[in-house]
C-alpha cells in the first residue's frame, strides 16, 4: 500500500497515534514508533517523508519531554556544596531552558578540570549558576563534569552579600564588599542570558 | 431537579435534556490554557467544566517513589468545593481516589514508560462544575493535556459513557440519568490502535444490552476524537504560522 505522491502527508501536522505508513515502505525515524508493521507518530508535529532514503520523521512542534542524558549541556544551580562534591539542581537541559521540575546532578571534584584542585571552594558556591555536561546517569543520579572551557560557573555571587561577582583574570571581585574569590569560570562567564 | 421525574425518557424518544438516544452532548475541548503547566486542556462536555493539567518527565518527589526501568504516572482527580450543588468537601474522598487510579491506568498504556526511567508524569484533574460522566471528560481532557506537553505517546486516549435509562440504552449520561438511570458503562479506547483502556459498568445490564452500551460509547468516543484532533490542530496550526 504505497502512498502516491499527491497523498503524500510531508509538512502535514500529525498528532500522537496518527499512521504515516508501512515499515516496507519507509524506515522509522526520530518521532515515530512501529507496532505490527505500521509507522505511527508519537508526538505533535510535522511529517517529514524522505522519499530519496525512504525515511519518516516528526518534527516536533512543542519543546517535548526533555530529560538529561549523557553527553548533554545542562544548566543548574549550585545546592549543598562539600569540599570534595556539590549537588546541582539542574534547571535547563540543551536548548530547553526552563524545565517544569529539577534534576539532581552532583559535581564531583575529580570531574570539575584537567588541573589539580584543592578545595570544591575554588570550584563554585552555592547559588552559583553553572554549565556542566552529563557524563553518567548511574547510581540514581546525573554525574556531571566541567572539565572543558565552554563548562564551569557562569554566575557566580559573592558569598559573603550574594552580589554578582566580576571577574578579574583568575579571580573574582565583589564590586559592592571588594571581597575576592576563586571560581571555575566558562570562557562566557556572565554573558550567557538565562 | 429534586424530584424524580416520571419518566426519563418521552414517547418521541426524546430525552429530559432534549437528545436522542444517540446523541452526545456539546463539546468544547481546548488545549494550552495554563502557561504553568507543561500541557493543558480544558474540556466542556455539556455541562461539565474541566481542566486538566499536565507536568513532565521530571524527577519523582518523593525519591522512593522512582522506578529504575520506567516512568511513573501519577493521576490527581478533585473535584472543586464548588462543582456540586452540595459544597463537596475538597479532602479527597473515597470516589476521588478510586477514580484518580481509574484515569491512571486508563492513560497509562497510551504511554511509552520505559523511554524515560527514574521519572514522573504528573496529570492533575481539577472538576469545576460536575453534572455526570467526569470521568470520561476528565481522560479525554487528560490525554490532551499529555499530548500537549511533548510526552510521546502510542495515541490520544478519548473517553466516553453509555449506559441504560428507561429501558433504553443512551449514550453519554448526564447527571439525572447516571442516578436514576438503571446501568452506566463508562469506556475509554485508543481510536487508531482500536484498543479499549477503561470499560467499567455500574447497574444491570443484559449481554445484548452491554454489547449495544459499549459500540455506543465507542461510537461517541469517535465523534470526540474528531473533536480532540480538532482541539489539538487548533493550538499547534496557530504556532506554525507565528514561526513562519
Known amino acids: 500500500m504505497t502512498l502516491k505522491p499527491s497523498e503524500q502527508r510531508n509538512g502535514n501536522l500529525v498528532l500522537p497515534g496518527e499512521r504515516l505508513g508501512v515499515i516496507e515502505e519507509f524506515i522509522p525515524d526520530s518521532g515515530t514508533y512501529v507496532k505490527d508493521g505500521v ?17 519518516v520523521s516528526v518534527y516536533p512542534l512543542n519543546e517535548g519531554a526533555v ?37 539532581s546532578g552532583i559535581l564531583h571534584i575529580s570531574d570539575v578540570s584537567d588541573r589539580y584542585i584543592d578545595s ?16 553518567s546517569g548511574k547510581n540514581q543520579i546525573y554525574h556531571l563534569t566541567t572539565s572543558d572551557k565552554n563548562l564551569g560557573v557562569i554566575y557566580g555571587f559573592c558569598s559573603l552579600c550574594s552580589t554578582l561577582l ?6 573574582m571581585h565583589c564590586p559592592k564588599c571588594g571581597n575576592v574569590e576563586r571560581r571555575k569560570t566558562a570562557f562566557d562567564y556572565g554573558k550567557e542570558e538565562i | ?51 486538566a493539567a499536565a507536568f513532565g518527565p521530571r524527577e519523582m518527589h518523593p525519591k522512593h517513589l ?29 470516589r476521588e481516589v478510586e477514580l484518580s487510579k481509574v484515569i491512571k491506568e486508563s492513560l497509562e498504556p497510551a504511554l511509552f514508560l520505559e523511554l524515560y526511567p527514574r521519572t514522573g508524569v504528573d496529570v492533575f484533574v481539577e472538576v469545576l462544575q460536575a453534572d455526570g460522566g467526569t470521568r470520561c471528560a476528565a481522560i479525554t481532557a487528560a490525554a490532551l493535556a499529555i499530548a500537549d506537553s511533548g510526552v510521546p505517546m502510542k495515541d490520544l486516549v478519548v473517553a466516553c459513557a ?23 458503562v463508562p469506556v475509554a479506547c485508543m481510536p487508531n490502535l482500536n484498543a479499549v483502556t477503561l470499560l467499567q459498568m455500574d447497574g444491570i445490564l443484559s449481554p445484548d444490552e452491554f454489547e449495544k452500551a ?28 507565528v514561526e513562519e
Open chain 1, 120 to 135: 570544591m571552594n575554588d570550584v563554585c558556591k552555592p547559588g552559583d549558576i553553572i554549565r556542566a555536561k552529563v557524563i
Open chain 2, 214 to 241: 459499549v459500540n455506543m460509547a465507542m461510537e461517541g468516543c469517535k465523534k470526540i476524537y474528531a473533536m480532540q484532533k480538532e482541539a489539538l490542530k487548533t493550538k499547534y496550526m496557530v504556532v506554525k504560522e
Open chain 2, 66 to 94: 522512582a522506578q529504575p526501568d520506567r516512568m511513573v504516572l501519577r493521576c490527581r482527580y478533585h473535584m472543586a468545593p464548588f462543582s456540586v450543588q452540595e459544597r463537596k468537601s475538597p479532602a479527597p474522598s473515597r
Open chain 1, 39 to 55: 509507522i505511527y507518530s508519537k508526538i505533535i508535529g510535522r511529517a517529514l517523508m524522505d522519499m530519496l532514503n525512504r525515511r
Open chain 2, 162 to 184: 453509555a449506559g441504560k435509562v428507561d429501558d433504553t440504552v443512551v449514550v453519554d449520561l448526564f447527571d439525572a440519568e447516571d442516578k436514576l438511570g438503571a446501568a452506566d
Open chain 1, 166 to 171: 566580576e571577574q578579574r583574570q583568575y579571580e
Open chain 2, 1 to 51: 431537579m429534586n424530584e424524580k421525574p416520571e419518566k426519563l425518557i418521552d414517547k418521541k424518544g426524546i430525552r429530559l435534556d432534549g437528545r436522542k438516544a444517540d446523541e452526545l452532548r456539546p463539546l468544547k475541548l481546548q488545549v494550552g490554557v495554563l502557561s504553568n503547566a507543561d500541557g493543558s486542556a480544558y474540556i466542556e462536555h455539556g455541562k461539565n467544566k474541566i481542566l
Open chain 1, 67 to 103: 530529560v538529561p542524558k549523557v553527553g548533554v549541556t545542562v544548566i543548574g544551580q549550585i545546592g549543598n556544596a562539600q569540599s570534595d562534591n556539590v549537588l546541582v539542581r539542574i534547571m535547563g537541559v540543551g536548548t530547553k531552558k526552563n524545565l517544569s521540575g529539577i534534576f
